[in-house]
């Protein structure tokens, strides 16, 4: 049983300075590691607090080492960390906050999972793809984490030895390797 609560979204809106319209949403960002997700995310977030639009970005680091640190990799683990973000998602959009998740979720079930804890909820969700090919991916790859998979150090990692599940309907899809994160995050603002 979930208790309503006695704060409506209408009025968090006026008082964020949203008016009498609902602002709060979830854009969810997906693609493979160092396709370019949490650099759109984190330009993104800066731009709209900048116009003093409520916004705060998940993300792999923010939320493994606190939330879900007792989770690891294997599929049953991903996808209760994908339950998770949704949830926190759905939280921050329904105090009039635009979240910003920027997560692998390799698997179109947990993605749609995530959608749905959003419309369940009437809150807005909107998937963003961000193709980046597996080449420009792994030279992008600051943390070494391709080529430890490609050594055997790193099991069923994503675009190695586990399959990445392309969004087949995506709000947008983002072609970071044809263009800078700047110019990608301005086909979004």
Not at 78 to 99: K, M, P, Q, S
Not at 134 to 156: F, N, P
Request: with cysteine; aromatic share 10%; net charge neutral.
């Amino acid at each position: 049983m979930t208790l309503k609560h006695h704060v409506s979204r209408e009025k968090r809106g006026k008082i964020l300075g949203h008016g009498k319209s609902f602002k709060g949403c979830t854009i969810w960002f997906t693609g493979l590691s160092g396709a370019g997700k949490t650099s759109i995310s984190f330009a993104l977030e800066e731009q709209l607090v900048s116009y003093g639009i409520p916004a705060y970005s998940l993300d792999g680091d923010n939320i493994r080492y606190g939330l879900n640190k007792n989770l690891g990799f294997s599929e049953e683990d991903r996808r209760e960390n994908i339950r998770r973000v949704a949830e926190v998602a759905r939280l921050f959009a329904d105090a009039g906050h635009i979240c910003l998740c920027s997560f692998v979720s390799p698997f179109t079930v947990d993605r749609q999972m995530a959608r749905g804890v959003h419309e369940r909820s009437g809150l807005p969700f909107f998937e963003v793809f961000v193709d980046t090919p597996l080449a420009v991916c792994e030279q992008r790859d600051v943390k070494g984490l391709y080529q430890k998979a490609r050594q055997g150090l790193i099991k069923s990692f994503t675009g190695i030895d586990q399959e990445y599940e392309k969004p087949e309907h995506p709000e947008l899809v983002l072609k970071a390797a044809q263009s800078s994160i700047e110019e990608e995050f301005f086909q979004i603002s």
